[in-house]
């Protein structure tokens, strides 16, 4: 209370009775005089208005926050409202508490005791079932009435003793136990539904909480076994295609997996008798399955991106489709080779992500890699004169750079190497396919180097062999700068092209 308020009181002069006992103080207005009939009138309005307020008052309530309603809109010069307006502070607290006591009393347990029958300020109980209750069920309730009782706004129907809120226990319980027919299928709900069982709103938001965290749980669990399969690249979808192959006839048997990546599967199999576009299915085959998840071509889209050839699809496919194109890429490029006359598997079917081709190796042993296999230095030389024979033709006549050439992925079969894994290859004028092609030489370089090769050229000798470009010692220098900056750049060749001119 305003201490200067009230001892200010006494001298504020003559006025109504109300106005000295107003503990906010006086209105300023208060001593201006008017005439009579301004007095009638403005006694008339404070009735009209002391009528509204006790027939809106709840509603002002409702919207109020904090221990004391400040709002400006609410006139405080009414003791009676301002005691209502206590009280129901009061009720609120008090209200509170219980809630406190009610969540104390029930703990953990299952089946929990409510306290709404107690408490003072039902219509605006922020537990009620209008805030939390959100499913309305609209199909058959077996406790609706045959004639629905609308509860009118107010919050209640009948008079004195017979008055049933909207709160009332009894039909609450019953409305809240159908609505459990809302619950996802997989949500046990025992037989409550077929029982009169009245579920109080507490125990029925809690069971709705529940039901909600437990469905987006299973979407969880179900997610991540999807995703648990494609990880070992057969899921369920990839498993069919290969039975189709083997029921098909086009393989007779897949015996076992050869070789498991970052990107892709391969597998084994014996060749079926059924001819597949006039093409013989060779003996053995290996079956490269792409990996549909995403990790892997995230490191890799860098080399489809800019491929002219896949540009235009590149940015309207999703994931599972450009899985595809990995698949369908290696197969032109392997065709290509195969038409250069250059020694890789030659393909023999592609189905979705999944691409056959013929094995190299013998007897379901696959042909080594050059990294695992001891050559004799005469070898050794052969197959170096043969892989940058290889390189060349796969420059100029497959217009293409391998982009992941290595001793990884060359195989020493049947006296010769044969390349393989070239769904990443790109054609030169790839932005980054001069970059791509020195890589390859270094590899290519380093590998025979260390062999033993003697003629071996280095990185930027067999660079100009393959490409007919010709960089020299003295600009290499810029061009490793050039590329180490071109790393962020998009167009590197183009900048590569331009040192390149200047010599
Ligand atoms: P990744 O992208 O996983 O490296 P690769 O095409 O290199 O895929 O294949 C992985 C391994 O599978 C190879 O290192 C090789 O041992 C084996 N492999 C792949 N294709 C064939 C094939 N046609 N014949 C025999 N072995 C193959
Ligand atoms: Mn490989």
């Known amino acids: 209370m305003d201490p200067v308020g009230v001892a200010a009181a006494p001298e504020a002069g003559p006025g109504p009775a109300w106005q000295s006992k107003c503990p906010w103080g006086t209105p300023k207005t208060a001593s201006i005089s008017c005439s009579l009939a301004d007095v009638m009138s403005e006694q008339l309005a404070k009735e009209l208005q002391l009528e509204e307020e006790n027939a809106a008052f709840p509603e002002v309530v409702a919207v109020a926050e904090g221990p004391f309603i400040t709002g400006e809109n609410v006139d405080t010069s009414s003791d009676l409202m301002l005691a209502q307006m206590l009280q129901m502070e009061f009720d609120r607290e008090y209200d509170a508490q219980l809630r406190r006591e009610e969540k104390k009393f029930n703990g953990d347990s299952k089946v929990s005791i409510s306290f709404e029958n107690y408490r003072k300020v039902h219509p605006f109980d922020s537990d009620s079932s209008e805030d939390e209750v959100d499913w309305q069920d609209t199909r058959h309730d077996p406790y609706r009435a045959d004639k629905p009782t609308i509860t009118p706004k107010k919050g209640f129907i ?170 369908e890429k290696e197969m032109h490029n392997l065709t290509r ?46 197959a170096y004169y043969q892989v940058v024979n290889m390189m060349q033709q796969l420059y100029k006549e497959c217009n293409l750079v391998h982009a992941d050439l290595s001793e990884y992925n060359m195989l020493w079969h049947d006296g010769k190497v044969w390349l393989i894994d070239v769904s990443q290859s790109v ?20 590998f025979f180097q260390k062999g033993g090769v003697a003629e071996a050229l280095n990185e930027r000798e067999l660079f100009n062999a393959v490409s007919g470009l010709n960089i020299t010692a003295e600009n290499e220098v810029d061009f490793q700068a050039e590329k180490q900056f071109s790393e962020t750049l998009t167009d590197f060749s183009t900048v590569f092209l331009m040192i390149c001119s200047q010599i």
């Open 158 to 327: 009948g008079k004195g003793k017979d008055i049933t809120t909207k709160h009332d226990e009894v039909v609450c319980g019953r409305k809240n136990t159908a609505r459990m027919e809302n619950f996802a299928p997989e949500f046990q709900v025992g037989d409550g539904i077929g029982m009169d069982l009245k579920l109080s709103n507490q125990v029925f938001n809690a069971l709705k909480q529940h039901a909600y965290s437990e469905e987006r749980r299973s979407a969880r669990l179900h997610e991540k076994k999807e995703h648990s399969t494609a990880e070992k690249a057969v899921d369920p979808k990839t498993r069919l295609l290969l039975y189709k192959m083997v029921s098909g006839g086009m393989l007779e048997t897949i015996t076992g997996c050869i070789s498991t990546g970052k990107e892709s599967v391969v597998f084994h199999a014996y060749g079926g008798n059924a001819t597949e576009d006039d093409k013989v299915i060779p003996p053995e085959c290996a079956i490269k399955v792409f990996k549909t998840t995403l990790n892997e071509f995230k490191n890799r889209d860098k080399y489809i991106k800019d491929d002219y050839r896949f540009k235009d699809r590149f940015s309207k496919l999703n994931p599972r489709k450009i899985i595809r194109m990995w698949a």
């Open 337 to 382: 080779m195969q038409n250069a006359g250059i020694p890789c598997p030659q393909v023999v079917i592609l189905k979705k992500h999944v691409l056959v081709m013929s094995f190299i190796g013998q007897d379901q042993v696959p042909a080594p890699k050059l990294k695992d296999v001891k050559l004799n230095s005469e070898d050794m030389k052969k």
């Open 427 to 446: 054609e030169p004028t790839h932005p980054h396919g001069l970059e791509f092609l020195f890589r390859d030489c270094r590899n290519v370089s380093q």
